[in-house]
Structures are given as structure tokens and as C-alpha cells.
């Protein structure tokens, strides 16, 4: 199953610790991310953040590349790219990287 790390960053001003607009956009997400990751069938392995340099890091599991591409797509989680910036990188397991090996 695919697995996508998701690095979000954001700057100072946009913290939402200090910044209103981005405390409600992070609330309404964070008060529907269950239902919308039920909805499109994600898992999540990991949710870190490194405050210090204002960066979250999330790693979730998916069916699909797919279903990834579709909650992104959720107004809930649209509404974070204008206080921050969302970098995604396709990850595989330990396990899966052994199979592709062993197959060539």
C-alpha cells in the first residue's frame, strides 16, 4: 500500500499558536480529519511536529496515490495551503523495497 509523508511548513506569522484565520482553519480540519480520512480510507502511521521550525510531518496509508490526491482536494485541507506549504514524498516500506529488490 502506498505511503505518502506529507511536510507541511509554515512561517512564524502563520502559527496558529498567534495567528486567528489559521487557529479556525486548523480547528474546522482537525475537527473533520477522522471522518474525511474514514471517507477516503487513510491511515495514519505518524503525525509529528517540530516546532522550532514551525514544520508538522505526517505519514499516512492509502489504497491508492489516489485517495491521497482526493482528501488533499477536501475544502477542510485546501483551507491549510493558505497559511502554509504541503510537501508530499511517495515513501515504501523496508519490506517493499526487498521485494523490488529480490525481483530483479
Known sequence: MPIQIFFIKGSPESNPMFNEKA??????????RDELYKKHGIKELGYYVVPAEHVTIVVD????????QKLLMEPEFVGLTAFCSIETKVAFS???VM???KSK
Open 23 to 32: 487557529r479556525n482553519v486548523m480547528m474546522e480540519m482537525v475537527s473533520k
Open 61 to 68: 496509508e492509502a489504497q491508492s496515490l489516489d485517495a491521497f
Open 94 to 96: 523496508l519490506a517493499e
Open 99 to 101: 521485494n523490488m529488490v
